[in-house]
């Protein structure tokens, strides 16, 4: 029989799933069914789980844990009174089932959290994921507010989404993409007047093609699978990009920017996802406005 989890928390807390702190942390961030996962997956939660057989399983996503969390996470492991552990690194080649003593979990969770390589120069695209938790908490952040809109909502997408975007200056900034079932494909719904660079690739209006139809292809099949992701999962994604452009024989774009993007609920059988997007850096040859 498992013993109740003990989650730390991405400020280095430690909380339990069934008191009050732990929904507190969470401050309502995300509708559904499985708070717990979520916290660890996209809030940088560590979650320590004991089996009747005295194994501890340590849960954890490296992309989005902090150094804070890793460091109580590692005190937890010298401190439980466990003598085996195992890892279950979301997103990582992570030997799950091996049997590890704490100091070799300790070991194991330092590597696995280590700054990645930085990439070859070859690599045109790049995401980092970014404190959803903290941007819920900066109420004058437009972001913020769509996120909040968002979960009390229900993610359920109505008229009063697009209006409460124009309202907080982000229309302009904001795609919409429908996600098909069984196909996944990704399709325009919305392109705001801020992504007029794309369109302005395109013969006919892009709306209802596919989002790998657009210009860059490689660009377009590496984004697309955060909207299929996002969809699937049912929860958001907040992340910083870096992204290299390209578009024919026009010169080499590049920028970086913050996006968010949420699923949401239709009354077909289609998923939305909303994206929108604020530019932190390009370069001094963008082709036109500035990408998402």
Not at 177 to 190: G, I, L, Q, S
Not at 246 to 268: I, N, T
């Amino acid at each position: 029989m498992k013993q109740p989890a003990l989650l730390v928390t991405s400020d280095g807390q430690r909380v339990l799933p069934e008191t009050d702190a732990f929904f507190a942390s969470l401050a309502r961030l995300v509708p559904g069914s499985d708070p717990i996962g979520f916290a660890v997956r996209d809030l940088g939660f560590v979650k320590f789980q004991q089996s009747d057989h005295a194994v501890t399983t340590i849960e954890f996503d490296p992309r989005s844990v902090d150094r804070r969390a890793l460091l109580r996470a590692e005190r937890q492991i010298r401190d439980c009174g466990t003598t085996v552990f195992q890892i279950s690194a979301i997103g990582a080649a992570a030997s799950a089932g091996q049997s590890l003593s704490a100091t070799e979990a300790v070991g194991r969770l330092r590597g696995l959290c280590a700054p990645p390589e930085k990439p070859a120069a070859a690599g045109r695209f790049a995401a980092r994921p970014l404190d959803y938790a903290n941007l819920l908490r900066k109420t004058d952040d437009p972001f913020c507010r769509l996120g909040r809109k968002w979960c009390n909502s229900f993610g359920a997408f109505d008229s009063s989404v697009m209006s409460f975007a124009g309202d907080n200056d982000l229309l302009s900034r904001m795609m919409v993409f429908a996600v098909k079932p069984r196909t996944e494909e990704v399709v325009f719904r919305y392109i705001g007047d801020g992504h007029r660079w794309l369109t302005r690739h395109y013969r006919t209006d892009p709306i209802g093609d596919t989002l790998d139809s657009q210009p860059d292809k490689e660009y377009a099949a590496w984004v697309s699978q955060f909207h299929r992701a996002v969809a699937r999962s049912g929860e958001p994604c907040f992340d910083t990009v870096a992204a290299t452009l390209r578009f024919g024989a026009e010169p080499a774009y590049d920028v970086r920017y913050e996006r968010l993007l949420l699923p949401w609920k239709s009354a077909s059988d289609e998923s939305l996802v909303t994206l929108v997007s604020r530019v932190t850096w390009r370069s001094t040859n963008p082709p036109g406005a500035a990408p998402n």
